[in-house]
């Protein structure tokens, strides 16, 4: 077994962006920051730049598995990240993985939509994740669009995604950073009824894979 010099292991499974913006290479570089080390299981590829995504393929299962559990035998991995996992069977894929490692805490980004609007899985994907891999996560960190898919309110309010999605998930992490207000408001919901709003000035301009780097 490998030990990296005493940081914290994150498995992460995500998608890759050639544009180096969101996905695996954003994780990679929050986690630095934070003094952990990545190690990145691809679960899909995708064509995309710094303002939208136009196509994505999802790897097979067997080869996700396998980068996953080559890590699992060689580092002593402290917690896993998840993020574009772009179908229900990759969604079960995961699943499987995380069953047989149910002491690792997880942080859930169910990615299904680019900043600039493209897909990056169906409604279906977040269905399923909502229902097999947010029971078995700590934290999901949706942005508004996509806590209204996860929680099928096509014109919800925070709250009221957070209501339809904490008998789910332990902690629910709705960021704001898709809006247009001045402000950005990060809320954060647990199941024991406490709520904090996290507040911060919106920064000109508009950024690729801040969703990914928050989470």
Not at 35 to 43: K, L
Not at 50 to 55: H, K, L, P
Not at 149 to 161: M, N
Request: net charge negative; charged share 20%; glycine share 10%.
């Amino acid at each position: 077994m490998n030990i990296y010099s005493s940081r914290p292991v994150v498995l992460c499974l995500s998608g890759h962006d050639p544009s180096g913006g969101a996905g695996l290479q954003a994780d990679i570089e929050a986690l630095l920051a934070q003094g952990c080390h990545a190690a990145p299981a691809v679960t899909a590829l995708t064509v995309q730049n710094t303002v939208n995504v136009s196509d994505f393929r999802v790897l097979d299962r067997e080869w996700v598995l396998a980068q996953a559990n080559a890590v699992l035998s060689d580092s002593e991995v402290t917690a896993v990240k998840l993020g574009m996992l772009g179908s229900t069977a990759m969604v079960d894929t995961v699943v499987e993985l995380l069953q047989a490692h149910p002491h690792l805490p997880v942080v859930c980004d169910p990615v299904l939509r680019a900043g600039g609007g493209g897909s990056l899985g169906k409604d279906e994907v977040g269905y399923a994740m909502r229902e097999r891999l947010l029971p078995l996560s700590l934290i999901a960190t949706p942005n508004l669009p996509e806590a209204r898919i996860l929680a099928e309110l096509p014109e919800g309010t925070a709250d009221e995604c957070a209501e339809k999605l904490l008998p789910f998930v332990k902690h629910l992490l709705i960021t704001g950073g898709h809006g247009d207000e001045h402000e950005v408001h990060n809320r954060l919901y647990s199941r024991d009824g406490t709520r904090q709003t996290f507040t911060c000035q919106r920064l000109p301009g508009s950024y690729h894979g801040s969703g990914c780097t928050l989470a």
